[in-house]
């Protein structure tokens, strides 16, 4: 109970309000922003390889369609290459900057990735504990365990450093840290699936991921600088029951990513309060549809990117449906709904709307909001709630930023709050970011796969969206919002390859 209300203290005194935005330093710090790069450098490095052809995009959607690849050098590389890999080197005026196939607020990358693996030749003839490198594209050999793992299936665990998102966005930031572990599960779960793969969230405790990639050996890091453990991942699933090896003291140490820190005592106490038995949801009841066929999963995923301005154009309805539907893919999220703001849809007026993705939900939903709201059924779970022109709301509402007016709709993801949190504590509030996050990553690739573009809001006035719905209590709270619409390309930056090989 106790961690339940710091989680509910945390939420509410981190919300941006239009007088008072969440605690942050205000101005950016640029001689301690943290290295986007953790290194640990005593360890051997593996070089991954690199795989260019991949499956049409529209398959990974399709059950069975895909054969599944067997577990080896090649299939992991392409694995982690397409899910935390870099994507794209960008450059204007004199600097440069690395995006990745993983959306990530303000770019700062917290998360971190590990592999524990049975022995994969090219990789080591023991089973091992590894960290992913992404800017070399290379596996950070961390442990050999003399204990062999069960064949064909492996872990991936992901964890944060909350301090790279707290540079910037202070005592906010540990929730965006949640929706880019979010974002990157599912950028794992897309890849997964384009080797045929599933990949599954294993209900595991906080403090066993910590000691199985040894992120509570604590010397190992600067104080400042310590991984919050987040997801434990299952691919290629096996039907043996899970059993974690034993990571002994490890002798690598962490690079020192910031010269110098600032000190944010609420980030501990919400990491701490939220520690657990990682939860698992029940699955959405409605599958996603197979898309139209589509380019090949592999150029959608690098060319995602996050626009930066919109060109205020409509899109027509198949495409908005079909940018819903997508988000039937991410099937353990079924306490997410968006509340939209349609501004441009040919055949739909402009609005706000629902779209319940829990059928389960929407009485609750009807009795929680505005009761002028009209709720006129238009199909596949979107209800149109009030005609209007809500673009000047939208901006407003998303700090101001004009991306929210000019895409073509523009939403939150209004989660089933307090009943989460009841059900299986404080880590319940983490959970629900990690499922916002995972569907943010998939729209990005469904909007992507469409021509279209999308931007991940995090910055938003959270009680004033509230009171526009009408939401007076806890029962529903939004914690990620979005827009898609067509990006205007700043043709003054430049992009060239990630790697050479
Ligand atoms: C959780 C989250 C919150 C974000 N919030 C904002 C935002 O409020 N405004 C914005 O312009 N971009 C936002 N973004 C987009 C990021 O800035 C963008 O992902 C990052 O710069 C990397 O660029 P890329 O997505 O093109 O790879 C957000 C992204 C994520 C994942």
């Given at each position: 109970m106790k961690n339940i209300t710091t989680a509910l203290t945390y939420h509410d005194s981190t919300k941006h309000r239009p007088q008072r935005y969440a605690a942050s330093l205000g101005y950016m710090d640029w001689a301690t922003q943290a290295d986007p790069y953790l290194r640990y450098e005593?360890?051997?490095?593996?070089?991954?390889?690199?795989?260019?052809?991949?499956?049409?995009?529209?398959?990974?959607?399709?059950?069975?369609?895909?054969?599944?690849?067997?577990?080896?050098?090649?299939?992991l590389s392409q694995l982690l290459r397409y899910s935390l890999g870099l994507a794209a080197i960008k450059s204007q005026g004199g600097s440069s900057w690395a995006l990745r196939c993983n959306a990530s607020s303000g770019n700062l990358q917290p998360t971190e990735c590990y592999v524990i693996a049975p022995a994969i030749e090219g990789i080591s003839s023991h089973s091992t504990l590894s960290h992913y490198a992404?800017?070399?594209?290379?596996?950070?050999?961390?442990?050999?365990?003399?204990?062999?793992?069960?064949?064909?299936?492996?872990?991936?665990?992901?964890?944060?450093?909350?301090?790279?998102?707290?540079?910037?966005?202070?005592?906010?930031?540990?929730?965006?840290?949640?929706?880019?572990?979010?974002?990157?599960?599912?950028?794992?779960?897309?890849?997964?699936?384009?080797?045929?793969?599933?990949?599954?969230?294993?209900?595991?405790?906080?403090?066993?991921?910590?000691?199985?990639?040894?992120?509570?050996?604590?010397?190992?890091?600067d104080q400042h600088e310590y991984e919050s453990p987040d997801m434990l991942l299952r691919i290629c699933v096996s039907?043996?029951?899970?059993?974690?090896?034993?990571?002994?003291?490890?002798?690598?140490?962490?690079?020192?990513?910031?010269?110098?820190?600032?000190?944010?005592?609420?980030?501990?106490?919400?990491?701490?309060?939220?520690?657990?038995?990682?939860?698992?949801?029940?699955?959405?009841q409605t599958q996603r549809h197979t898309p139209p066929p589509s380019k090949?999963?592999?150029?959608?995923?690098?060319?995602?990117?996050?626009?930066?301005?919109?060109?205020?154009?409509?899109?027509?309805?198949?495409?908005?449906?079909?940018?819903?539907?997508?988000?039937?893919?991410?099937?353990?999220?079924?306490d997410v709904h968006f509340m939209m703001f349609v501004h441009r849809v040919e055949g739909l007026s402009k609005g706000l709307y629902a779209f319940i993705r829990n059928i389960d939900d929407l009485e609750a939903m009807k009795e929680s909001m505005d009761t002028t709201f009209v709720w006129e059924d238009c199909n596949d779970g979107l209800y149109l709630l009030q005609l209007g022109d809500y673009r000047g709301v939208a901006q407003r509402i998303s700090c101001n930023q004009e991306i929210a007016k000019e895409g073509a709709f523009s939403f939150g993801m209004v989660c089933k709050f307090a009943e989460s949190l009841e059900l299986h504590g404080a880590i319940g509030y983490k959970n629900l970011y990690h499922q916002c996050g995972a569907i943010?990553?998939?729209?990005?690739?469904?909007?992507?796969?469409?021509?279209?573009?999308?931007?991940?809001?995090?910055?938003?006035?959270?009680?004033?969206?509230?009171?526009?719905?009408?939401?007076?209590?806890?029962?529903?709270?939004?914690?990620?919002?979005?827009?898609?619409?067509?990006?205007?390309?700043?043709?003054?930056?430049?992009?060239?390859q990630p790697y050479t090989y």
């Open positions: 005593d360890a051997p490095l593996i070089a991954l390889s690199h795989v260019d052809v991949t499956p049409p995009y529209h398959l990974l959607f399709e059950p069975d369609a895909l054969p599944t690849a067997p577990l080896c050098y090649e299939s992404p800017r070399e594209h290379a596996l950070e050999l961390l442990h050999t365990y003399d204990e062999k793992l069960p064949e064909g299936t492996f872990l991936v665990a992901l964890s944060s450093i909350i301090w790279r998102e707290a540079w910037k966005y202070g005592e906010r930031s540990w929730r965006y840290c949640q929706l880019d572990a979010g974002h990157a599960y599912q950028a794992i779960k897309t890849a997964a699936a384009m080797l045929g793969w599933e990949c599954q969230i294993q209900s595991v405790r906080s403090t066993e991921i910590a000691s199985l990639c040894g992120l509570d050996q604590l010397e190992r890091f039907k043996e029951a899970l059993i974690l090896p034993l990571t002994p003291k490890l002798p690598t140490r962490a690079n020192l990513l910031s010269p110098s820190h600032h000190d944010w005592p609420i980030l501990k106490i919400i990491d701490k309060a939220t520690q657990g038995l990682y939860p698992l949801t029940s699955s959405l090949s999963a592999g150029e959608i995923i690098l060319k995602r990117r996050s626009a930066q301005a919109m060109d205020g154009s409509a899109i027509t309805e198949t495409q908005f449906r079909q940018i819903l539907d997508s988000s039937l893919f991410c099937n353990e999220t079924s943010g990553q998939m729209l990005y690739l469904e909007s992507t796969s469409l021509g279209l573009s999308a931007t991940g809001i995090g910055c938003f006035l959270d009680d004033e969206f509230h009171a526009l719905l009408g939401l007076t209590d806890q029962r529903f709270q939004s914690l990620y919002h979005f827009t898609i619409g067509r990006a205007i390309v700043d043709t003054r930056i430049s992009t060239q």
